[in-house]
Structures are given as structure tokens and as C-alpha cells.
């Protein structure tokens, strides 16, 4: 069983930044890429970006130029660094595994972007 544990979430003013991290249990990355989902209250999940095995990246058009996705593989843990922050941010964001699809899930931390 894979355990995926997010953090690195808070409070910040639009145009900041934050990055948030992913620490997988084991050895993970050979067998799985990793994406960052996130969710606003009442809307659905939508996918934010992903990182292959091999370290290919893909960005949902909303957060393109903005986040970087990256991965430590000697270190198990993933990354999303968040950059110009904006309002329509907010939510909670969830790592997890990825193939063709999400598999395991982290718990989430909540981003919020406001003055």
C-alpha cells in the first residue's frame, strides 16, 4: 500500500508563492509517475499537473508558466512549486500516483490565495 503525505499548504497574498510537497512511503517513482489534482468548495477535481517516471511534465493551461512540477527521487517526494498566486487557487490540493490514471491518493492541504 502506497501512503502519500502532502504539505507545505496555507494562507498567502495573491502574486506569492508556495511550494508544496509530496513524501511517498518507499521507493515509488520508478513504478509510478505523480500528479497534483486540487479541488475548490462545490467544483470538481481537476488536474493540475504531472510528472512522468522519465520527468516528462504537463500543466494544466490554468497554471501553466506559473508551477513546476519536479520530483526528488533519493528523497521519495514530489513537488509542486506555486508561483503568482491568484485567488482562483484556493483549494485543496491532493497529490497521488499516476499511470494512465490516479491510483493511490494523498490527504490533501488546503492553499488559500487572499488579502
Known amino acids: 500500500q502506497v501512503q502519500l503525505v502532502e504539505s507545505g499548504g496555507g494562507l498567502v497574498q495573491p502574486g506569492g508563492s508556495l511550494r508544496l510537497s509530496c513524501a511517498a512511503s518507499?521507493?515509488?517513482?520508478?513504478?509510478?509517475?505523480m500528479a497534483w489534482y486540487r479541488q475548490a468548495p462545490g467544483k470538481q477535481r481537476d488536474l493540475v499537473a504531472i510528472i512522468t517516471r522519465s520527468g516528462l511534465t504537463h500543466y494544466a493551461d490554468s497554471v501553466k508558466d506559473r508551477f513546476t512540477i519536479s520530483k526528488d527521487n533519493a528523497n521519495n517526494t514530489a513537488y509542486l512549486q506555486m508561483n503568482s498566486l491568484k485567488p482562483e487557487d484556493t483549494a485543496v490540493y491532493y497529490c497521488?500516483?499516476?499511470?494512465?490514471?490516479?491510483?493511490?491518493w494523498g490527504q490533501g492541504t488546503q492553499v488559500t490565495v487572499s488579502s
Open positions: 518507499g521507493s515509488i517513482f520508478a513504478l509510478y509517475g
Open positions: 497521488c500516483t499516476y499511470r494512465s490514471s490516479p491510483t493511490y
